[in-house]
Structure formats: C-alpha cells, structure tokens
C-alpha cells in the first residue's frame, strides 16, 4: 500500500456533520449506555468511515476535526469496546504490520478481504458477497450441525491475502 492509500498519511475531512453526530447520541442513548459528547463523536467518526479503522486511526481524525475536544486514546479505546458490547460496532482481530484491532459500525455479517501485509480490511462488493453466500450448498449448515453438533448463528468470510501490486485504489479508504 502506498503513503497515499494509507488511512493514517491521507489528509482528513476537518469537519464533521452535525447530524452524524445528533444520530450517534440516540443510538448510543438507545442501548442504555451513558452518552456523553466525546462518546458521540468516537460513534460519528467510525460510522462515517467505510475503511475499518484502527482506533489510533480514529483518534487522529477525532483530533484533527475537533482539536479541542480533549479526547484521550483511553476514550477512544472504551467507548470502542462499549459499542462493541452493545452490538453498534464490530471488532476485527489486528493482523498485518502494526497487529492494530479495527473497527467497522456495519455489524451486519457480509464479507472482508483483508490485506495481510498491512492488515488492512475492505468490505467484499456486494455482488460478489451475494454470490458468495449463494454459492454456499443450501444443506451445508445442517450438516454441520450434525457432524459437529455446533449450532451456527452467523456467518461471516474474510478473505486474506494481498492486493495485486499492493493496489486497493478501487477500495474505499475514507475515514
């Protein structure tokens, strides 16, 4: 991936809309746990992005859009962990160079491919998501229940591997 591509070298949108943010507050607020500003911003930031990032990631942006803010990395950390909790965000286990956990605020199963040099993830087009879940044997699930007696509640893919020349210009890359 090149210094361009990289989430943490692009330059970032130095506003924020209002509205992302009124809509993090009643979310959060809609699952019983404590909403406070900084805990709304934290939401906004990772639901506008469609890069899986990182929380220091996520802290940069937080700090170059709201510089006064006073968010800490500690903040960032704990109210990821709480909207994980919560089920309004998603964790990806860290891979690649920095071994960093990412985020992503679509928590609806659907396939990644993740790039296993820089630990990157992009969302699978989704076409090609529909017809991998369709490609699936319609009997396959049973049979695993039967052969294992594990009862599968979801299912999700990522595909690991490299883009070719270490191009994923065609991925989003927006935080």
Known sequence: MSRVDDPATRPVRRTQDPRMIEEAK?????????????????????????????AEEIYTTIMTRHPDLG???ATV?????????????????????TGSARYDAECKCH?????????????????????LFDALPQNMIERIREQTGFD???ICFELVGSFKNGNADNHPTDI
């Open 26 to 54: 009643q979310k959060i607020a809609s699952c019983g746990i404590r909403c406070t500003h900084q805990r709304a911003i934290v939401y906004a930031t990772l639901r506008e992005s469609r890069a899986h990032p990182t």
């Open 152 to 154: 599968v509640q979801r």
């Open 77 to 97: 950390y704990n109210t990821l962990e709480a909207l994980c909790d919560v089920g309004l965000a998603r964790k990806h286990a860290g891979s690649g160079k």
């Open 111 to 131: 396939p990644h491919l993740r790039d296993r040099e820089s630990g990157r993830i992009v969302d699978l087009p989704p076409d090609l998501a529909s017809e």
């Open 71 to 73: 968010v800490s990395m």
